[in-house]
C-alpha cells in the first residue's frame, strides 16, 4: 500500500512540474522525424529511438527528480513516514516507466504500427528505463549540482550505450554480450521482427541482471549519502 501511495506521489509530482506535458512534445517531435525518414532506415532508427528515450527518460528524469527533493528538503520529512528506502526507490523505478512506455508505444503505434512482439517490447521498455533510473539515482548522489550531475550521469551511462556499435556491425556481436543494454536492443528489436526463445531469455536475464546490480548500487549510494544526512538542514 505504501508502494501505490509513493507511486501515486510521483506521478503527481511529474505532473506537477511538466513532464507529462513535455513527453507529448518530445513524442511528436520523433513521430514526424520518423514519417520523413526513408522506409530503409525507418526500422533502425525508431530502434535507436526507443531505447535511447527510456534511457534519457530514466537517467535525467531521476536526477533530475531527486535533485529538485533535495533542493525542496522533500526527505527531511519523507523519510520519517514508514516510507522504506526500497519502496522509494521502486515508486520511482515504475512511476517513470510509465511515462517511458507511453512513449514508446505512441512512437512504435504512429510511426510504425503495431510491434510484433508487444510482451517483449514493452519489457524492454520497463527494464531498460529502471535500469537507468536507477544508475541516475547512484549517479545524482554524487553530484553537488545540476552541471555536475549532467557531466557525471554521460560518464557513467557511455558504458551502456557500447552495444549500439553492434547495430552498425562494428565488432562480432559476442563482444556485446555480458552489456544489459544489448539486452535491451534484442527486447526492442521485438517490435520489429520476432526473436527466438533463446534470444529472449538472455536478453531478459543479462538485462535483470544490470538493473538488480544497479538498483543495489542505488540502494547503498542513497542510503549512505541522503538518508545519513536527513535532518542536517533542519538542526541548521
Request: hydrophobic content about 50%; glycine content about 8%.
Amino acid at each position: 500500500m505504501r508502494s501505490l501511495r509513493a507511486i501515486g506521489f510521483d506521478v503527481r509530482f511529474q505532473i506537477r512540474h511538466g513532464f507529462y506535458g513535455v513527453y507529448v512534445l518530445v513524442c511528436g517531435l520523433y513521430v514526424l522525424l520518423l514519417h520523413n525518414i526513408s522506409p530503409g532506415y525507418k526500422e533502425k532508427t525508431a530502434l535507436l529511438l526507443t531505447f535511447s528515450d527510456p534511457g534519457a527518460i530514466g537517467l535525467i528524469l531521476a536526477g533530475g527528480i531527486v535533485l529538485l527533493e533535495k533542493d525542496q528538503g522533500v526527505y527531511d520529512s519523507l523519510f520519517v513516514t514508514p516510507l522504506r528506502l526500497r519502496e522509494y526507490l521502486i515508486a520511482k523505478a515504475v512511476s517513470i516507466s510509465v511515462i517511458s512506455s507511453c512513449a514508446a508505444w505512441a512512437i512504435q503505434l504512429f510511426a510504425l504500427g503495431f510491434p510484433a512482439m508487444p510482451v517483449h517490447f514493452t519489457l524492454g521498455v520497463w527494464l531498460t528505463s529502471c535500469l537507468f533510473t536507477f544508475l541516475s539515482v547512484g549517479v545524482v548522489t554524487r553530484a553537488k549540482s545540476i552541471n555536475g550531475f549532467i557531466w557525471l550521469s554521460q560518464m557513467y551511462s557511455l558504458p551502456l550505450a557500447v552495444p549500439l556499435a553492434g547495430l552498425f556491425d562494428i565488432g562480432p556481436s559476442a563482444l556485446y554480450a555480458v552489456f544489459p543494454t544489448n539486452g535491451s536492443l534484442l527486447l526492442l528489436e521485438a517490435a520489429h521482427r520476432p526473436i527466438s526463445t533463446g534470444e529472449s531469455l538472455y536478453a531478459v536475464a543479462v538485462l535483470s541482471a544490470g538493473t538488480a546490480a544497479a538498483y543495489a548500487w542505488a540502494h547503498r549510494s542513497f542510503e549512505k549519502r541522503i538518508l545519513s544526512r536527513v535532518g542536517e538542514g533542519a538542526a541548521r
